[in-house]
């Protein structure tokens, strides 16, 4: 124990603070340059290593290197985007046909994360009120694995334009299962200081303010 007056060490926590304001869902950038295995290893430990109502431990993690599984899901991701930019004004079409979607090619591997709604089961404690709870706690590792990817001067892309059943049965996931995620990982030349959202004119981000409330909720949206 230091004594009064002591000097403490930096806390590590302000290297976190760096870590999550550095994170950025990555698109253009990889390289695709190999991942070393021990440190993808420690990227899932990491993730694995998230919390869970009742300790159930919902997830599992895919690794797809296979250069066919991705151009067979890159094709299904492009046929959705077309998809999402049929039900676009001309306006919002304009901004998003300038958006990248995917780094499903460029990337050097993708990690697929599930949810097992069966896992831990019957009766898993904490989850008798909130169905979801369960699928939250893959949430929670998929942010672990992403954080811990940025840490290591990696990139990670979550793509989401895709149809859950065709993703289970391109990698063979039993049914029952849900394809969570598809996160693209991989050496960036760079991550942006501003979202990609952001940059394209998508989306502003909101403020602490506006997101804050104290008590009870006050009438903003």
Same mark, same amino acid.
């Given at each position: 124990?230091?004594?009064?007056?002591?000097?403490?060490?930096?806390?590590?926590?302000?290297?976190?603070?760096?870590?999550?304001?550095?994170?950025?869902?990555?698109?253009?950038?990889?390289?695709?340059?190999? +991942?070393?295995?021990? /440190? *993808? !290893?420690?990227?899932?430990? @990491?993730?694995? =290593?998230?919390?869970?109502?009742?300790?159930?431990?919902?997830?599992?993690?895919?690794?797809?290197?296979?250069?066919?599984?991705?151009?067979?899901?890159?094709?299904?991701?492009?046929?959705?985007?077309? +998809?999402?930019?049929? /039900? *676009? !004004?001309?306006?919002?079409? @304009?901004?998003? =046909?300038?958006?990248?979607?995917?780094?499903?090619?460029?990337?050097?591997?993708?990690?697929?994360?599930?949810?097992?709604?069966?896992?831990?089961?019957?009766?898993?404690?904490?989850?008798?009120?909130?169905?979801?709870?369960?699928?939250?706690?893959?949430?929670?590792?998929?942010?672990?694995?992403?954080?811990?990817?940025?840490?290591?001067?990696?990139?990670?892309?979550?793509?989401?334009?895709?149809?859950?059943?065709?993703?289970?049965?391109?990698?063979?996931?039993?049914?029952?299962?849900?394809?969570?995620?598809?996160?693209?990982?991989?050496?960036?030349?760079?991550?942006?200081?501003?979202?990609?959202?952001?940059?394209?004119?998508?989306?502003?981000?909101?403020?602490?303010?506006?997101?804050?409330?104290?008590?009870?909720?006050?009438?903003?949206?």
């Amino acid at each position: 124990m230091p004594g009064a007056g002591a000097q403490r060490e930096p806390a590590m926590g302000h290297d976190l603070y760096e870590i999550i304001h550095r994170r950025r869902d990555v698109r253009g950038e990889f390289t695709g340059e190999p +991942v070393p295995d021990d /440190t *993808l !290893d420690r990227i899932l430990t @990491a993730a694995h =290593a998230a919390p869970s109502v009742g300790l159930s431990q919902p997830w599992d993690f895919v690794v797809v290197r296979d250069r066919r599984l991705r151009e067979t899901f890159h094709a299904h991701v492009r046929e959705e985007r077309e +998809v999402f930019a049929a /039900t *676009l !004004d001309a306006e919002a079409a @304009a901004r998003f =046909a300038r958006i990248r979607i995917d780094g499903v090619l460029e990337s050097t591997l993708s990690v697929v994360v599930t949810y097992d709604p069966e896992r831990g089961g019957p009766g898993v404690l904490g989850r008798h009120a909130i169905a979801d709870a369960g699928l939250y706690s893959s949430c929670l590792a998929i942010q672990n694995l992403w954080l811990a990817a940025t840490a290591e001067r990696l990139g990670v892309g979550w793509v989401s334009f895709y149809r859950e059943d065709f993703l289970r049965g391109l990698l063979g996931i039993p049914a029952g299962i849900r394809p969570v995620a598809w996160l693209c990982l991989g050496p960036v030349t760079h991550l942006h200081d501003v979202p990609d959202l952001e940059r394209h004119g998508w989306r502003s981000r909101r403020s602490l303010e506006m997101a804050r409330h104290e008590d009870r909720w006050d009438g903003r949206r």
